[in-house]
Structure formats: C-alpha cells, structure tokens
C-alpha cells in the first residue's frame, strides 16, 4: 500500500467509448501524474500536476484528457482511443521540491478493442 | 533527449546465484533511480545515486553508480525468488517526477 489508489484495476473499452481512470492520493502531497507503461518500452511521463495546475503535457494526444480537480484527486478521462493506447496507465504523487520520493499507484489495466 | 539502455532485457536463474544488471546513457546523469516493480503493482523506489562512484548497499542489493555518472550497476547477492520483478533505473528529478525511464530488466529467480 503505497498511499496512491488507483480504479478501476483493469479497463475493457471500445474505440468509440467513454472511460475515465481515478487516482486518489491519501499522502498529503501536492503534485500528481500520469505515466504511460506498454510493453517493450520505457514508461513514458504523461501528464504532471503542481498545486492543481498542470505544468507538464508531454505531447499527449488530445483523446487523453486530464483533470485534477484538487490535490488528492486525479483522473484521466478516454475517448475514442485506439487499440494502440491499451497499456498500464501509473499515477503517482510527490511532494514538489522537497527531495522526496515519487510513489506510485498499482496502475490500471486498459484494454483498446 | 536523455535515453537510459539497461541490460540484459530479461535474466533468468536459479535462486542462490548472483547477478548483475547495467543501465547506461550517452550523457551524464544529474542522479539516477532504481526502482522495482512486481507484477500487478506500480514502480516502488529502492536508491537514489547522486555521487560519482557512489555505492549504496540495500541487503543484498549493492548500487554503484559510474565514476563519470554515465552508467549505473545493480547487483543481487544470492538471488532469492521474491528478487523476482521489472528492475528499472530512471534519471530526473523525483522532486518533479519528470523521470526518464530505462526499458527496465526482467528477472526471474527460480526456486
């Protein structure tokens, strides 16, 4: 238990569905993102949240939108994605600019059909 | 851009053995992280190398990181099945999160 909740653990969604992935952050801290893992490459940094406002879209594509509506809460909402997003989607908190560690979500599962 | 190469991609051995996994980069680290990650679970930080030849112990985990910051060392001791997992180093700032990832190694230690 990390402190860092992720839903849902496992995701099916059509290509012309309308999903959303919680993250929930009981740690107190006041940055939040989202990474992407698939298989056979390096997880990839999404999206990054300092104090609610974001400050890092790493040229994610606009079928990915996230939303942080406070500290604790993050959610990234699909649609109309394509069978090639089907990955493990990690959010994670950190307090900023304290030199404290990064933690981790258990991910959720997607799957694009 | 700052791309992480870790070595080999995926180790299997029986447990007692000892291994030893890389991670290297053309440019020169600013600090480098190892994380674990077990199945059906996020990344879970193990170190934080800073220092140029550097060496951390975690148990039976010994870090090094390279002289010149350039490439960094993982080394089990006397594997043990629960070693089993995606070993990843990364290289950022764990302040910002804005961590680059290496592919990761796989390990598989059999009992």
């Known amino acids: 238990e990390t402190g860092v909740t992720q839903t849902p653990r496992h995701l099916v969604m059509g290509m012309t569905n309308k999903k959303s992935l919680k993250c929930e952050q009981h740690?107190?801290?006041?940055?939040m993102y989202w990474y992407k893992q698939s298989a056979k490459k390096p997880l990839e940094l999404m999206f990054v949240?300092?104090?609610?406002?974001?400050?890092e879209n790493n040229s994610v594509p606009s079928r990915f939108s996230p939303e942080c509506p406070n500290s604790s809460h993050l959610f990234l909402h699909l649609h109309t994605l394509q069978p090639e997003d089907s990955a493990l989607y990690l959010c994670a908190s950190s307090q900023p600019n304290s030199g404290n560690t990064i933690y981790f979500g258990e991910g959720s599962w997607l799957t694009v059909v | 851009t700052q791309l992480l190469e870790q070595s080999p991609q995926f180790l299997s051995i029986q447990e007692g053995e000892n291994l030893t996994v890389y991670c290297n980069s053309s440019?020169?680290?600013?600090?480098l992280q190892w994380y674990r990650q077990e199945p059906g679970e996020g990344p879970v930080l193990l170190v934080t190398v800073v220092t140029g030849g550097e060496v951390k112990k975690l148990k039976r985990l010994t870090f090094q990181f390279g002289d010149a910051r350039k490439d960094s060392s993982l080394h089990i001791t006397a594997a043990q099945p629960g070693d089993t997992g995606l070993y990843l180093c990364?290289?950022?700032?764990?302040?910002?999160?804005?961590?680059?990832f290496g592919q990761g190694t796989t390990l598989q230690v059999k009992p």
């Open positions: 440019s020169v680290f600013s600090s």
């Open positions: 740690l107190g801290h006041n940055a």
């Open positions: 990364a290289s950022g700032s764990s302040n910002t999160g804005k961590l680059i």
């Open positions: 949240y300092n104090f609610k406002e974001q400050t």
